[in-house]
């Protein structure tokens, strides 16, 4: 069976370990209806990227937008309604080493701690939320900065993700990049799972770090140009 090694994961959140997808389209459907916006768009914006990011992107003048962002961070901070883990992220949190993994997200750290524990995962002592960075994804800021905490090699890291912006962030931080979920852009591979179901953390005294033995097959799709 096919191993990955890392000297450390780090993971995206929603999308790659939670599930938040009915919540994330209803909050940005009712941003789409107040400003006469289409949905489609906004959420192929908005899809890995911070709120804030987002509605920058879709509204001109700074005061509405920052006022358009406090009222969707406090929608998405209190409701949890809908999510779930994605099928697998318990059982492979639950085997990995303490402190061998990272999250992070485009989203603030409130959110997150929300979200993670709304989806019975736990939060790791490294978690990288929108409020730690200056430059969101597709930066690989947050990646850079989650490796260097958790005293890796970016390029030694692996990490998971599963929208483009997040992909473009995690091959610019160097780390290998392993798409979660569907997603299929634009050129160049990277390995591709559906879930993190048969994924297991094997234990391996000449490799330091985290080896993962995986299910086959390994899928393979494209992934996005930096």
């Known amino acids: 069976m096919p191993q990955l ?6 993971f995206d959140m929603d999308g790659t370990l939670v599930d938040s997808t009915a919540l994330v389209e209803s909050t940005w459907a009712g941003f789409s209806d107040r400003h006469g916006l289409d949905l489609e768009q906004v959420l192929a914006f908005a899809h890995g990227r911070p709120t804030a990011k987002t509605v920058g992107h879709f509204i001109p003048d700074p005061r509405l937008a920052a006022s358009e962002t406090r009222r969707l961070v406090a929608r998405e901070e209190s409701q949890t309604a809908g999510i779930t883990q994605v099928p697998g992220a318990r059982e492979l949190l ?22 993670l524990a709304a989806a019975g995962l736990p939060v790791p002592e490294v978690l990288v939320s929108a409020d730690d960075v200056t430059h969101g994804k597709p930066h690989p800021e947050g990646y850079l900065l989650a490796a260097a ?43 591709r799972y559906a879930d993190f179901r048969g994924f297991q953390v094997t234990a391996d005294p000449a490799r330091p770090g985290v080896v993962l033995t ?10 996005a140009r930096l």
């Open 5 to 10: 090694h890392g000297a450390a994961l780090l």
């Open 149 to 191: 905490v958790l005293g890796a090699e970016p390029a030694a890291t692996i990490v998971f993700e599963d929208s483009e912006a997040g992909v473009r962030a995690g091959l610019a931080s160097g780390g290998r990049t392993v798409v979660i979920g569907t997603l299929a852009t634009r050129d160049g591979v990277c390995e």
């Open 94 to 115: 639950a085997a990995l080493p303490q402190g061998s993994w990272a999250v992070v997200t485009s989203a603030g750290r409130k959110l997150a701690t929300v979200r």
């Open 214 to 223: 995986l299910p086959e097959p390994v899928a393979v799709g494209p992934t």
